[in-house]
């Protein structure tokens, strides 16, 4: 598990004084971002290779009120891969300063070229890269269906 802290400040709250939505996925984001870092997915590498990571779907889910001035630590685990690295799907937890979870996300996403802006799978270095490490209890394979399973896209004007 990758676990990184935060310090939770003023910005980061909404008119109800406790830490806004917003907050929650950019904390997720900075997570997701340092846990790729770690894994020799910097900046330069990704523009060498010409991708990125993108988000189909974050399903968040708020279990007790963080408030101003208080740590909070966001955990990272690998639930699900795609053999070819294309697909990946993460899960965060939100721990206060006690240690208490406070919170939970899913969120599924993919790699993307950055030159024909379509879904791309990770190969060689990378992929080894990505797929490496230990696979929590609950991790699975995943297919491009299970990308979709939650997608109910309304009809078109």
């Known amino acids: 598990m990758f ?16 830490l806004a939505n917003s907050a929650y996925i950019n904390f997720m984001s900075h997570t997701r971002m340092a846990f790729l870092l770690e894994l020799g997915f910097g900046h ?10 993108v988000v189909f779907y974050e ?25 070819d ?24 996403g993919a790699w993307i070229s950055l030159e024909t802006r379509q879904l791309t799978p ?5 992929l080894s890269r990505f797929i490496q490490g230990d696979k929590p209890e609950g991790f699975r ?7 979709r399973k939650f997608a109910k896209r309304p009809k078109d004007l």
């Open 59 to 83: 399903h968040m889910y708020y279990f007790k009120e963080v408030l101003p001035g208080n740590p909070i630590k966001v955990s990272l685990e690998v639930m699900g891969q795609s053999k």
């Open 122 to 126: 990770l190969t060689g270095k990378l």
């Open 3 to 18: 676990l990184k802290e935060f310090e939770v400040r003023w910005s980061d709250v909404d008119a109800n004084r406790h």
């Open 85 to 108: 690295g294309c697909f990946f799907e993460f899960h965060h937890n939100f721990y206060d300063g006690e240690g208490k979870n406070v919170g939970h996300c899913e969120m599924m």
């Open 44 to 53: 330069e590498v990704m523009v060498e290779n010409k991708i990125g990571p």
């Open 141 to 147: 394979i995943l297919t491009k269906e299970d990308t």
